[in-house]
């Protein structure tokens, strides 16, 4: 999950009920600019389903603030209702709000909390759980702690009662998170009491408002203002050609599933000179699907050869990839493969690779010949974990089903008004309209968590995926996306053998302090 720059934040969102066919809706809009202030005080028109009215799935509407590329829903929380936005992220599992009494929410200069927080005093269905139980980190090192309670919480016109959240009472987060991701991924496991509640997907299914563990993702072009989070479905208006599901793999060290970590398995560039393969042609790699971060991260080597593709030069001043901002028109496309020959193959446009770079004083930085400035939204990874973000996901639809552990990808139809909602009609029934990958049968995990395509397979014949042990502490399968809470307090998970890994983000946005040091730097910039 995206920590970075909280206090650029964003969101409100926008609650829309298809009725009619008897699904509820979510859907996500996007924010540019949106001023913490305007923000506080809103109020949530959330809609209800009509009373006795059968629900398979519900979507709700996401706001992003391009800057920060947070991704955030409207829900309501307590009785009465008290409206709060908060971010949506597959890389955590627990939905934790600000308390009006954390100091944040006090603290303007530091944006307060522009999602709004919670007053537990005003609400007569209010049960605190778990008194200091709640205590969640994240890998940029922010984090939150509080109670464990419970309340009625309401997103999209459903409504759970005694659903568990995080109260924060200190926080250096000022908007609430809801994380949406395995259920042994909770906070709770590592710095609570250890007892796994059923956090949103299961509570929505055991109220009956979904049939399956499962919601599908569809976050829309950068430019765009909205996109949607549908749960217990697949809306198959958003995305063209085929939806073809992959396998979420487990922890080697747990052997459970904790994250959605997919097998990568190829990359390539298509411009109007030809396509360039990237990568090995028997290639693998652990990648996790994370919203709640703003770039992807590559694996070292695939990253570098992305940037010569593309001319990207990377700044250490700004902790960025940077390329000419006119690199956005141009008509090439990124390729990722996933889950073997066979597999979905999802195209990523430069447009939704080249990402505004603006400096303190609101001007665009530049190349020395006077050409603009953008960031890549691609970054090597390092010693962190591989890991695709909204710069990847965006280009994609992408349904996650917690309940079989697959996750279907096909290219997004970017901007479609149209829907066509399919609800899962069980838990445990495959993913509606979807294929499973051809191949990826013989993609085969080893000890170590890391895809790898297996060098010996014969190409064409499937791809094997081997999970090989990293020097980094790189556990994909761990639980360490960007935004997973790191381990904590009693250790249970760890980024591997040796422990829980100290994961700080690069600072990808651009702050004041950073920019300093790129204009006092090697001059490749210069100030318009
Ligand atoms: C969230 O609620 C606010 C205030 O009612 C509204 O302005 C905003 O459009 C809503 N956003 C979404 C995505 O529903
Ligand atoms: C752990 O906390 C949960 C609430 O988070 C509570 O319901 C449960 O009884 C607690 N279990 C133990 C063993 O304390
Ligand atoms: C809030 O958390 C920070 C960091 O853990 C800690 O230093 C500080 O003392 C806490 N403040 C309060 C009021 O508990
Ligand atoms: C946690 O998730 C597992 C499957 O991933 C499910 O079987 C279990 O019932 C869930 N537990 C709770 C308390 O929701
Ligand atoms: C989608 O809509 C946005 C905002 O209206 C626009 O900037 C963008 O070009 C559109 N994208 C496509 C692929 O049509
Ligand atoms: C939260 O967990 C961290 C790591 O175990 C610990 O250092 C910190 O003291 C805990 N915070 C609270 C308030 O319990």
């Known amino acids: ?30 924010n540019h600019d949106v001023q913490a202030a305007q923000l506080k005080a809103r109020s949530l ?13 519900l979507t709700a509407t996401l706001d992003n603030s391009i800057q920060a590329g947070l991704y955030s829903a409207n ?51 209010y049960v605190d759980v778990e008194p200091d139980g709640f205590n969640i980190s994240y890998v940029d090192g922010t984090g939150s702690t509080g109670d464990y309670f419970q309340d009625t919480f309401a997103i999209a016109g459903g409504e759970v009662k005694n659903f568990q959240m ?10 609430g998170i809801m994380g949406i991701g395995y259920n042994s991924s909770e906070a709770n496991v590592d710095t609570g009491n250890g007892t796994i509640y059923p956090n949103l997907p299961y509570a929505l299914a055991n109220a009956g408002l979904i049939n399956a563990n499962a919601y599908s993702l569809w976050l829309n072009d950068l430019q765009a203002t909205s996109g949607s989070v549908l749960f217990g479905g697949v809306d198959t208006a958003k995305y063209t050609g085929d939806l073809i599901s992959i396998k979420v793999y487990p922890s080697s060290y747990s052997n459970r599933v904790t994250s959605f970590t997919v097998a990568f398995t190829s990359l390539s560039a298509t411009s109007s000179s ?7 042609s028997n290639y693998a790699e652990a990648t996790i699907l994370d919203s709640g971060t703003t770039i992807t991260l590559l694996p070292d080597d695939v990253a570098q050869a992305v940037f010569d593709e593309l001319g990207a030069t990377v700044s250490n001043e700004l902790g960025a990839t940077i390329v000419p901002c006119s ?26 690779l080249v990402l505004p770079l603006t400096l303190p004083n609101g001007k665009t930085p530049t190349y020395s010949n006077g050409e603009s400035a953008c960031q890549l939204g691609i970054q090597a990874a390092g010693d962190l974990p591989v890991l695709f973000g909204d710069t990847f996901l965006r280009s994609a639809y992408v349904v996650y089903d917690l309940d079989n552990n697959r996750i279907a990808l096909a290219q997004t139809d970017f901007n479609s008004t149209d829907s066509h909602v399919v609800a899962f009609p069980s838990s445990g029934a495959p993913i509606p309209s979807a294929t499973s990958a051809a191949n990826e049968d013989q993609v085969t995990q080893t000890a170590s968590a890391v895809p790898k395509v297996g060098g010996g397979s014969a190409a064409g014949s499937g791809t094997t995926v081997t999970f090989n042990p ?24 760890s980024a591997g053998p040796s422990g829980p890994e100290p994961f700080r983000w690069a600072p990808v946005f ?19």
């Open 327 to 352: 690199l956005a028109s141009n008509p090439g496309t990124l390729n990722y493969g996933f889950g073997g020959p066979g597999g979905p193959v999802i195209k990523v446009s430069m447009e939704q």
């Open 166 to 175: 995080g109260l924060a009472t200190n926080t250096s987060i000022g908007i």
């Open 274 to 280: 030809g396509t360039d393969q990237l990568t090995p």
């Open 1 to 30: 999950m995206a920590r970075l720059a909280a206090h650029l934040l964003l969101a409100s969102s926008l609650l829309s009920l298809a009725a009619a066919d008897g699904t509820l809706r979510w859907d996500i809009q996007k």
């Open 510 to 528: 651009v702050l004041g302090a950073t920019l300093v040091g790129m204009l006092a730097g090697t001059g490749i910039f210069a100030l318009l």
């Open 45 to 57: 028109a959330l809609q209800r389903r009509a009373l006795g009215e059968r629900a398979d799935t």
């Open 470 to 493: 990293t020097a980094t502490g790189f556990s994909a399968a761990s639980g360490f996306g960007s935004s997973a809470p790191t381990s904590t307090g009693g250790g249970k998970k």
């Open 75 to 125: 829900i309501s929380v307590g009785t009465p209702a008290q409206s709060l936005s908060v971010q949506i992220d597959t890389g955590s599992s627990d939905v934790w709000i600000p308390s009006s009494q954390a100091s944040i929410c006090s603290d303007e200069k530091d944006g307060g909390c522009p999602g709004g927080s919670f007053d537990p005093t005003s609400s007569s269905t």
